[in-house]
């Protein structure tokens, strides 16, 4: 299995036509090539290689002494085969007739045999070995003389006549003229993209007039290269195709710049390509919706702030509480005390006073006495 990347803008029919394995040679005139260039010239002993280099000529299938080579060396595979040895190994070994290996499921040795006699025929015939796939045989080449003959390859039993193909094989092509949409949206807005497009022809006949058919596509981009839509274009008129970029495809974009590719094509073959430009703006609703939450947010905050102010407060009035508290307690203690003290001096003054008594009583017995 094999895997491309190729890539084309237009038409997966192109994609299809590079990936498509068809050889613009036989598969005999492929091996008589391997041939010479590994083996050498059967016939004048010339050293070839795939591109001319230092040493070896560069194989040509329409030079006249490389044809006599290829000619011997499908002789030679038809009738011995091939042996390739790489020093002392052997690294192919086919009996003749020579079937290559990739060709060995589909091909017999009768079918072999009978291709190489006719590669044979047409190599002496025509002095090269341009065996070509396509509708005309190279009858002739001159390179003195820069000349070359076609001669038409007709098979009686082909279907179509000369005219077939010239309604079949029509050159035409899609122009875009105009692209044509909103300088600007908002945010959750859709917005139509008109595409003007001509149909152009020139063969079999030579046509410009508004397009009635093709395909349009229509794609949205990022300023990063990123596909955010793409869409088919209707036709809405001739030479009028449409696309409406819907609503919810702006709604969460980034405010910005942003590009409309448009690709046009015909046939399912080659076509163009156009751009234009559309400036998204954020939406009223967004601001207003921003605008809300900015001051939800800043009365959330104040009441934050408020409610630290309201408990910082009654922090203070219970500090100021449990203060009261401490000084009535303070003023109770000094009461008490006041309360004690007054009793004392209350027992100092009368013991005073007994002690005066006493001593007055002492001074007046011996007065008395005399």
Request: proline content about 5%.
């Amino acid at each position: 299995m094999v895997y491309g990347n190729y890539y084309h803008p237009y038409s997966d029919n192109v994609i299809a036509d590079y990936f498509q394995l068809f050889p613009d040679l036989p598969w005999e005139v492929w091996a008589a090539m391997e041939y010479v260039v590994i083996e050498g010239g059967p016939k004048t002993g010339t050293t070839y290689y795939w591109e001319t280099i230092e040493g070896a000529e560069g194989l040509d299938l329409i030079t006249p002494s490389h044809t006599k080579d290829m000619v011997a060396a499908l002789r030679d595979l038809m009738n011995n085969g091939w042996v390739v040895t790489a020093g002392n190994n052997t690294v192919r070994n086919v009996t003749a007739p020579y079937i290559p290996p990739y060709a060995a499921p589909w091909i017999t040795e009768d079918e072999a045999v009978t291709r190489y006699e006719a590669a044979i025929d047409f190599g002496t015939r025509f002095n090269h070995m341009y065996i070509s796939n396509g509708p005309f045989v190279l009858k002739q080449y001159k390179p003195e003389e820069r000349f070359l003959e076609l001669d038409a390859y007709r098979d009686p039993t082909y279907p179509f006549g000369k005219t077939y193909w010239q309604g079949k094989l029509v050159v035409a092509s899609l122009r875009i003229d105009n692209i044509v949409l909103p300088a600007e949206r908002e945010q959750g807005q859709s917005f139509a993209v008109d595409v003007f497009v001509s149909y152009t022809e020139t063969y079999p006949e030579v046509i410009d007039q508004p397009a009635t058919k093709g395909v349009v596509t229509v794609q949205l981009v990022s300023a990063g290269g990123e596909t955010l839509y793409k869409a088919k274009a209707d036709l809405v008129a001739p030479g009028q195709f449409r696309v409406v970029i819907p609503d919810y495809v702006t709604l969460d974009l980034e405010p910005g710049t942003y590009t409309i590719k448009v690709s046009a094509s015909v046939g399912g073959l080659w076509g163009t390509v156009g751009e234009a430009s559309i400036v998204i703006k954020e939406s009223t609703s967004s601001k207003l919706v921003k605008q809300l939450a900015d001051f939800s947010e800043s009365v959330a905050s104040a009441f934050n702030q408020l409610s630290n102010s309201i408990n910082s407060l009654s922090s203070s009035v219970n500090q100021l509480s449990s203060s009261v508290s401490g000084l009535q307690s303070t003023t109770e203690a000094i009461e008490e005390n006041t309360k004690g003290l007054s009793g004392q001096l209350s027992t100092l003054t009368m013991m005073v006073a007994v002690t005066i008594i006493l001593a007055l009583i002492a001074i007046v017995v011996p007065f008395v006495k005399k």
